[in-house]
DNA sequence: ATACATTGGGGCATCAATGTATCAATAGAA
DNA sequence: TTCTATTGATACATTGATGCCCCAATGTAT
């Protein structure tokens, strides 16, 4: 039974989530194998921590390009994007913060590009007359992420559904919480 | 020169806001003192960790009361609570990541108990028709928090002034970002 | 059934951060 | 100026995580 690097990573994120300085052997016990085995997989925390910048990184990437290509009415393709906002609440959760990622140019240099796409998107919904033209785009685009990040950590602890999520995202991002 | 414990521990939040793994060598330059002298007013890690959640909880705890207190309209109050956003993002940001602070019974108790009542204030202003009825106040308490951590970070980062912050939350927590 | 690959467990050296202690330099009050 | 308190610098032992290695146990393919 190989174990799966994918499924390894997965289950680390929300640990690390929780407790940025979580240990190898807290990691490995979650994922359910052995210290030994986490360190052949990653043999140092370094990888392990990169790997799961460039999983989270991948999958941002991937919906902006589908985002990027929707020709949908801007309203649509923003609805689309967030349904798939976990990656996006790891992104500022854990890629934005991890020391072992901002440390390594490249990947640092990475994870501003996904983000300064995430801002051109939003630029696009200003431009098309769907976002509010009077604050910077940036704002807009971090607030998408970090409503991600709250709804994920909602969702994590327990007092939000899944799939109530995305609904909860577009809400407030475009309506806000007045009655 | 007496050093003054309280600049060190405000001096000290942006650095672990940045990387909670900060060293207390780090902590200490930053403040502008030596290690020996950082250690000799926290002793520990911890004691600096749990000081610097107290002061934070502090400053939740005067802001609710004021709000709570507080007799006028009730979209005034909420600008009023909005105007001290700070202290409700690292209560975000750091008290409620924190190993040092959730581990100890204490200290996550007071936690809770502020979050709580800020939760409460939000079913204030839910009853009062300001705020929508169709999510529990806990996911709007939460978008609170959020909002002021991401404005928090903005202006830590640059791309936000410090006056803008207030109006910034205050407009997307109640309008959204939509045209 | 046999051979091969992968895992789990344990031991061990290393390293960085921590906590503790000491002492000279210096700021501020008497 | 003198005395006292506080700081900065330095050294040292301790601790916990890490990275590395080996070997027995287990799973898998031939």
Chains 1, 2 share one sequence.
Do not use: H
Not at 46 to 62: E, F, Y
């Amino acid at each position: 039974m190989r174990t799966d690097a994918t499924e390894v990573l997965d289950s680390a994120i929300p640990v690390l989530a929780k407790d940025r300085a979580a240990s190898m052997q807290v990691i490995a016990k979650r994922a359910g194998i052995s210290r030994a085995t986490l360190v052949r997989l990653f043999p140092t925390r370094q990888d392990l921590v990169q790997a799961m910048a460039g999983k989270i990184l991948d999958d941002c990437d991937r919906a902006l390009s589908r985002a990027e290509a929707d020709t949908a009415p801007v309203e649509d393709v923003l609805a689309a994007l967030v349904a798939e906002y976990p990656p996006f609440a790891q992104l500022w959760n854990l890629v934005y913060v991890e020391p072992d990622v901002l440390g390594v140019p490249e990947a640092s240099r990475r994870a501003d590009s996904v983000f300064g796409r995430t801002v051109e998107f939003f630029k696009r919904g200003q431009n098309a007359g769907l976002l509010r033209n009077d604050m910077p785009a940036v704002w807009l685009a971090s607030t998408f992420c970090g409503l991600s990040e709250t709804a994920w950590e909602l969702t994590l602890e327990g007092s939000m559904g899944t799939r109530q999520a995305p609904d909860f995202i577009a809400a407030i991002l475009l309506r806000g919480a007045a009655a």
